[in-house]
């Protein structure tokens, strides 16, 4: 077998894992300190790519910048949603949460799709680079740059959440709200604050990656989809919750639906992750990482 | 645990009112609608509100919403689709091998993931459906993929009162079972786990074993419809597995109001009938049926059958 070819899977992995890290941690947080089952991140994902397509190319900014302006804009519009639904429903809920939740981020995620396809048309809107050139790794093997940033930009950004979460008040408050909420309410934190706090950083989060892959992944209404279920694989295979987890479950998700979609085919990996998930929930349902936050099935 | 009330003829038939109405209306719209295609409005309105209906079963009493209900119709269609096109069984065997295949799966995956909580079910089941599509693509020798497998129609007739009637019977027929079943203590059980699953646990309901029967049920009459759907509509592709598909059901049955099980019905011929009727603006009637999923959520979560159980009190109250 060809060594290049294999080298050339485990970066396209490595590259699908880092981003689908990326929006696994925005899942996370949400299903922590929330307990929000989301299904509405992959649209985030898409709709950061748009921004960054018309930042880009419509208004030739500087692709870094681009970039910001697509986390800026989904870190809005994550405001927008939570202070114009959740808040709402957070009142009337109660007992019906989770399900309740659920479905509405389901019909978010419907309602964003369409809105993308009827303002933007279902065709694929798509960059040939951010920086042009490759740079040669491993010998023989070239990379494209806007890999490499993308990657990069990946671990930045997750480097960059992980000290704001552990490092800072904000972040502090945001942790003690995932461990008890009740607790951290009468510790003084302005639960509704925090909340949409944590949902605007997890919508940033599929913003921005959705926003460095352009190049690869061309804008289209539809592209949020298989993201978001990777994402989610992602997270019941680290555990529920489980922020740290989510990086290395991220790593072999990735690398598995690269090597399975390079050495067997088109529509298998599909097939192999969710063997793969049947496997995991067979021997350690709470995960491989297992996960301290309990919230949403010990309720 | 007290014994649910029931079983005796008069309280079925008082338990029935509204939806005896329903039907009994359902059953003679074609007899004085001459236009065929309202009367296929009024089928296709039927069999989505059948769905609703059965996905109801698991989202309403036990409080799982089965993300991969899709797959479980699809896997029906398929059955009968490839049994019927390829060993030339009759489309009525179909009807049942479909029902029984899907009513398999929905056992695997309740062995699976009963014993866990019930987000567990819900991603499990998703990604059975994702990957029985991905299947159902890449197996092109069975399934013929994407080019569509073509399925024979279940009757002969150039009519669709045929096909209108067989819907009817097989609604009735799980309308009956579903209603039997929630009536019954085992009924009983189900609402108590999905209040509260620590609390039934603990009255000496296991409910692992109630939960995989509502599952087990609603997965096989998923099937079940997902056959009829098969020769009715003459043509299969992977789509039909789709996650919209599911989302579609869910939102359904959320608008026409959980646990209520004839609400999505209501649902059915109220949301759908019209939206199929408005097929050209595609992409405006996907964004109205998220924003109306989106707004019952927010602000009505009881539905169309919340609103009308207030509507009864309230004139209760006012007879008094």
Redesign the interface.
């Known amino acids: 077998m060809d060594l290049s070819l294999i080298w050339n899977t485990i970066l396209v992995g490595l590259l699908r894992g880092g981003l689908y890290s990326l929006i696994a941690i925005g899942l996370s947080i949400l299903l922590g300190v929330m307990s929000i ?1 989301s299904m509405v991140n992959g649209e985030l994902y898409m709709i950061g790519a748009y921004i960054a397509y018309f930042a880009f190319a419509y208004f030739g900014l500087n692709p870094l910048v681009a970039i910001l302006m697509a986390g800026i804009g989904t870190f809005l519009l994550g405001v927008l949603i939570e202070k114009g ?1 959740f808040r ?2 957070r009142r ?2 109660g ?2 949460w ?3 939740s ?3 981020t ?10 993308a ?2 303002l933007f048309k279902p065709t694929y809107r798509g960059i040939r680079w951010y920086w042009e050139g490759t740079v040669s790794v491993f010998g023989s093997v070239g990379i494209s740059i806007d890999r490499l940033v993308a990657l990069l930009i990946a671990m930045v950004s997750i480097t960059t959440l992980q000290l704001f979460l552990r490092n800072t008040n904000i972040g502090r408050a945001i942790r003690a709200v995932s461990q008890d909420e009740r607790g951290a309410m009468l510790a003084g934190i302005n639960i509704g604050n925090i909340f949409t706090l944590s949902f605007a950083i997890a919508c940033m989060m599929g913003g921005i990656a959705g926003a460095s892959m352009l190049s690869i992944t061309p804008a289209f209404p539809y592209m949020g ?1 298989a993201p978001n ?1 990777y994402a ?2 992602v997270v ?1 295979l680290a555990g ?1 919750g489980n922020v740290s987890g989510a990086i290395v479950g991220g790593l072999i998700v990735g690398m598995v639906e690269a090597f399975s979609f390079q050495f067997i ?7 192999i ?3 793969i ?2 496997i995991v ?2 021997v350690k ?1 709470s995960g491989i990482f297992g996960s301290a936050v309990k919230g ?3 309720r | 645990m007290q014994r649910a009330d029931s079983l005796t003829p008069r309280a079925f038939v008082s338990q029935l009112g509204l939806p005896l109405l329903m039907i009994i209306s359902l059953a003679t719209v074609p007899l004085f609608v001459e236009d065929e295609y309202i009367r296929h409005l009024t089928l296709v309105g039927m069999l989505f509100g059948a769905q609703a209906m059965v996905s109801d079963f698991t ?1 309403g009493f036990i ?1 799982i ?1 089965n993300f991969g209900f899709a797959a479980f119709f699809g896997l029906g269609a398929y059955t009968t689709g490839i049994l019927t096109t390829r060993y030339g069984i009759s489309p009525f065997v179909g009807l049942i091998a479909g029902m029984l295949m899907s009513g398999l799966l929905g056992v695997f995956t309740g062995v ?2 009963m ?6 079910v ?3 089941a ?3 459906a ?2 029985l ?3 159902t ?2 197996m092109v020798d069975v399934t013929r993929g994407a080019w569509g497998l073509f399925v024979s129609p279940m009757f002969k007739s150039e009519s669709i009162l045929p096909s209108f009637y067989t819907l009817l019977i097989i609604t009735i027929f799980i309308y009956i079972v579903i209603k039997t079943i929630i009536k019954s203590k085992i009924g009983l059980a189900f609402r108590a786990i999905g ?1 509260d699953v620590d609390y039934a646990r603990a009255s000496g309901v296991n409910p692992t074993r109630y939960k995989m029967v509502a599952f087990t049920l609603s997965c096989a009459f998923a099937g079940l419809l997902g056959a009829f759907y098969a020769h009715f509509i003459g043509i299969l592709t992977p789509e039909v597995m789709g ?2 598909h599911t ?1 579609e059901t ?2 359904l049955n ?1 608008i026409g109001g959980r646990g209520s099980v004839w609400g999505g019905l209501l649902a059915g011929f109220l949301v759908i009938a019209p939206f199929e009727y408005l097929k050209s603006l ?3 009637r ?2 109205i ?6 707004t019952v ?3 009505y ?1 009881a539905g169309m059958a919340g609103l009308i159980w207030k509507m009864g009190d309230w004139l209760k109250k006012r007879k008094r």
Request: charged share 10%; hydrophobic share 65%.
């Open positions: 089952i639904t709402y429903m009337r809920a007992e019906d989770y399900l309740n659920f479905l509405l389901v019909g978010l995620s419907f309602f964003l799709k369409n809105v396809v009827l989809t279920n989610w694989l019941m529920l085919g088109e529509g298998w990996p599909a097939v992750s969710a063997v998930l049947i929930l067979v349902p949403v099935w010990e | 989202i409080n919403s699976l993931t014993r866990l909580r019930g987000l567990y819900s991603i499990m998703w990604f059975m994702l990957a599509q991905a299947l693509l890449v209040m996650t919209q989302v869910i939102a959320v595609m992409a405006v996907l964004i049926y998220g924003g109306l999923l989106v959520m927010v602000f979560p």
